[in-house]
């Protein structure tokens, strides 16, 4: 069986064919351009898929897509997507699916990546874990008894979105203090950009000319070079992750927690302060069950996500 795949972001789509076994024999990586309209949009999606389909030199039995949410992932459709203004109502199942005459499934990204992980990733094998994408925001997907966890509505999972401080920052949910808006990329940036021009001696200033320059990477780059800021800013982040991922060990006893996202290429700096605090912090019986491991499936976890949505769907018929 082979898969054509697509990896719908914001900023960036990922199209892409693979055989069953997830090998990828062709794929391509361009700007979404969501801000041109969905019409747009799709037809240079369509296109892309029809180079990748050309290249990879097979015809596509089954379509997956991941795509940011909120969606209804049984009509193939989606709500208000915030990074995708202008899409709400649009069937991607029935776009795809009519141009490529295959059966096509949509899932949330995070859901989508979590599946990818499962079967090709580092939870292969594993029924149960749980992952987490750390970047731009933190978004969760829930594998349980072998299968993704989807809740009553098709929206559990959010785990960007439980409170660590409950009046805490502002979050892009319209909450405050959740996880996601104390440990992402972007909060990250924020929460150092915010003292910056109090620490004239960090490292941070050596990099950019101006606050708002600074991201996630530069923080973690400074932390990993022994900036003091820097490096109070990133453990005070971290602090929050390791909290975060020690309320899903309590509440799920996870065999894995799988983290994967542009954050985590911080590597050590990242695993070993989340580790220790899920340690301390997750009821003992449950924190010796558990074990934190970067995803395997790198730049490529979305677009090995929307394969596994496809295959999933076509195993399960759900
Ligand atoms: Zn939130």
Redesign the pocket.
């Known amino acids: 069986m082979n898969i054509l795949g697509f990896d719908i972001g914001g900023t960036k789509t990922m199209v892409g064919v693979a055989e069953e076994s997830g090998k990828v024999l062709a794929m391509q990586r361009f700007e979404t351009k969501g801000n041109l309209g969905p019409e747009q949009a799709l037809s240079r999606m369509k296109e892309a898929a029809r180079r990748v389909i050309n290249e990879a030199g097979v015809t596509p039995d089954v379509i997956g897509i991941g795509c940011g949410g909120p969606l209804d992932r049984k009509s193939g459709t989606l709500y208000t997507v915030p990074n995708l203004p202008g899409w709400e109502g649009i069937c991607l199942t029935r776009e795809f699916g009519d141009e490529f005459g295959v059966p096509a499934f949509l899932e949330n990204d995070a859901n989508a990546a979590a599946m990818g992980e499962h079967l090709f990733g580092a939870g292969k094998g594993v029924d149960d874990f749980v992952f987490l994408i750390v970047g731009t925001g933190i978004g969760g997907g829930i594998i349980a008894n072998g299968r993704i966890y989807r809740g009553f509505g098709d929206n559990a999972g959010e785990i ?2 439980h409170k660590i401080i409950p009046e805490g920052p502002p ?5 405050r203090g ?1 996880l ?2 104390l440990a992402s990329g972007t909060s990250i940036a924020r929460i150092a950009r915010e003292q910056l021009d109090r620490k004239p001696e960090t490292l941070l200033w050596q990099w950019i000319s101006s606050p708002e320059e600074v991201t996630a990477e530069l923080v973690a780059r400074a932390a990993g070079q022994g900036d003091s800021f820097a490096s109070s800013i990133w453990q005070e982040c971290m602090y929050y992750l390791g909290i975060g991922v020690a309320n899903v060990v309590n509440i799920l006893n996870p065999r894995l927690v799988i983290l994967g996202g542009g954050v985590t290429k911080a590597g050590e700096l990242l695993f070993e302060p989340v580790r220790r605090i899920v340690r301390e912090r997750a009821m003992p019986a449950l924190a010796a069950d558990v074990e934190v491991v970067p995803a395997k499936n790198g730049d490529l976890v979305g677009l090995m996500g929307a394969f596994a949505v496809a295959l999933e769907n076509v195993r399960y018929r759900q």
Do not use: R
């Not at 979050?171 to 909450?175: T, V």
């Open positions: 960007g979105h979050c892009p949910c319209g909450d959740c996601e808006a």
